[in-house]
C-alpha cells in the first residue's frame, strides 16, 4: 500500500535548502558592483561574523570542507611519516588530507550510541608517534572530547576539530568549532549553512592563520615577488558571491539550529515506538542532539536489509543516503595498500551497513515528516 505523498512535487529529496532575503539582495549587491571573485567585501565581512560566532581570533573562507582539511593539517607541517588518527566512519575527506601529504592515518572505531570516534578507541591508539589527531564529529552530537584534548595538550599532540556538520552546536555549552589548533568547516547545500560550496578554517593562532591563508592563495609571494612561491599550495578562494549567501545564512543560525531540532525532534517522537531501529537520543550530559541529519541504524534482529529498506522508501518517493563507507573497506585505500587487510573496526562496518539517514533539510514540512514516519514504520512492519 502506497500512502499518498503531501509533498507539492510527489518527491521528497533528502535535502532542502532554505534561502533567506538576505542572501538575494547580497548577491545582486556583487553582481551589481562587480566584485564577484575571491576579492570582495564579503569574503572578509564572512569571515570575520564566523569567526566571531564561534569564538575564534581568526577565519580563512575556503571552497570546501574537504580543502579546509587539507589546507589546515598542512599549515601544522608534520614530517613524513608522522601518525595522525582519524576516524574510519567519515567522509573520505578526512583520510585523503593526511594520505596526500605523506602523513600515516590511525584509525579509531564508531561508538554505537552517539556514531562519533570511540573516546577510548583514540587514547588507545595514541603512541610516541601521534603527531595530530582530527576530531570528526558526525551527524548530530560531538566526539565527547574532553580527555582527548587535555592527553594532547600534555604530549603537544595538534587538534584539528572537524565540525563541518556542527555549526551551531555546543560541547559543555561551548561552541564546536572552538576547540583545537584549528577547526574545520564545511557550506556544502546540506549544512546547517550554505553557501552552495564552501568551507572555513578557524584558529587562534596567529602563524597558522597567516600560513592557511597562504595555502589557500598558490602562496604568493609579496609585493614584487607576487609571483615566487614559498610552498606548494591550492587555488581554494571562496568567491565574493559565495560569501555573500553565506554572510546572509548566518544571520539566520540561531533559527535555523531551532528549526533543525524540531525536524529532528518531531521524528524521534514519532518513531519512539518503532523496535526496528536504533535512533539518537535527543540530549546527553555534555550535548543537545542538533540533528544535522536524521539517522536510523537497523537492530541486528530486523529482518528487512538496509538497502532493501532504501528501495521501499525511494518507491514511496522518498530519498534517503547511505550513512558513511569505512576508510579501511574503501576501494581505494585497498589498491594502494594504506590500511592492513586483517584490520577490523566493527560499530563501522555496522553502523555503514545498517545506517541511513532520512530526509531533514530544512525546507521539508512537518506534514512529510509525518509521511515519511508512517511510510517508514509500515515498511518495518511489513504492512505494505
Not at 577547526?183 to 597567516?210: P, Q, R, V
Not at 581554494?236 to 533543525?260: D, E, P, S
Request: charged share 25%.
Amino acid at each position: 500500500m502506497k500512502i499518498k505523498s503531501k509533498s507539492k512535487n510527489n518527491f521528497i529529496p533528502v535535502n532542502t535548502p532554505k534561502i533567506y532575503r538576505d542572501e538575494k539582495k547580497n548577491v545582486n549587491k556583487c553582481l551589481n558592483t562587480g566584485w564577484i571573485s575571491s576579492e570582495g567585501n564579503f569574503v572578509k565581512k564572512f569571515e570575520k561574523s564566523f569567526s566571531k560566532y564561534n569564538n575564534r581570533h581568526y577565519g580563512v573562507a575556503v571552497s570546501s570542507g574537504t580543502a579546509a582539511l587539507d589546507i589546515a593539517i598542512k599549515s601544522l607541517n608534520l614530517k613524513k611519516g608522522a601518525e595522525v588518527i582519524i576516524p574510519s566512519f567519515s567522509i573520505i575527506s578526512t583520510a585523503l588530507c593526511v594520505i596526500k601529504l605523506g602523513l600515516k592515518p590511525i584509525l579509531v572505531d564508531a561508538d554505537l550510541k552517539t556514531w562519533n570516534m570511540d573516546p577510548g578507541d583514540i587514547i588507545k591508539k595514541i603512541s610516541k608517534k601521534t603527531k595530530a589527531i582530527i576530531i570528526t564529529h558526525i551527524y548530530g552530537f560531538p566526539v565527547d572530547m574532553k580527555t582527548i584534548l587535555q592527553i594532547a595538550k600534555r604530549k603537544n599532540i595538534k587538534i584539528i576539530e572537524d565540525a563541518a556538520e556542527m555549526i551551531g552546536q555546543k560541547y559543555y555549552n561551548k561552541k564546536c568549532g572552538s576547540f583545537g589548533d584549528l577547526s574545520t568547516f564545511s557550506f556544502y547545500a546540506n549544512k546547517h549553512i550554505t553557501t552552495g560550496e564552501g568551507g572555513m578554517i578557524l584558529t587562534n593562532n596567529l602563524n597558522l592563520y597567516k600560513k592557511c591563508k597562504s595555502l589557500r592563495n598558490l602562496c604568493f609571494g609579496e609585493g614584487k615577488n607576487r609571483f615566487d612561491h614559498d610552498d606548494i599550495g591550492w587555488n581554494y578562494r571562496m568567491t565574493n558571491l559565495q560569501a555573500a549567501i553565506g554572510c546572509g545564512q548566518l544571520k539566520n543560525i540561531n533559527k535555523i539550529v531551532k528549526r533543525k531540532r524540531e525536524i529532528g525532534n518531531r521524528y524521534a517522537d514519532n518513531l519512539k515506538n518503532c523496535k526496528e531501529i536504533y535512533i539518537q537520543p535527543k540530549k546527553l550530559k555534555y550535548s543537545t542532539n542538533i540533528f544535522w541529519v536524521f539517522g536510523i541504524l537497523l537492530n541486528k534482529k530486523t529482518r528487512i536489509t538496509r538497502d532493501l529498506l532504501i528501495k521501499k522508501l525511494l518507491d514511496n518517493k522518498i530519498q534517503t543516503r547511505n550513512f558513511f563507507f569505512p576508510m579501511h573497506k574503501q576501494t581505494i585505500f585497498k589498491k594502494i595498500k594504506v590500511f592492513s587487510k586483517k584490520l577490523k573496526l566493527l560499530n563501522s562496518e555496522y553502523l555503514s551497513n545498517n545506517g541511513l539517514y532520512l530526509p531533514s533539510g530544512l525546507g521539508i514540512s512537518n506534514k512529510e515528516i509525518d509521511y515519511v514516519s508512517k511510510i517508514l514504520i509500515n515498511i518495518l512492519k511489513k504492512k505494505n
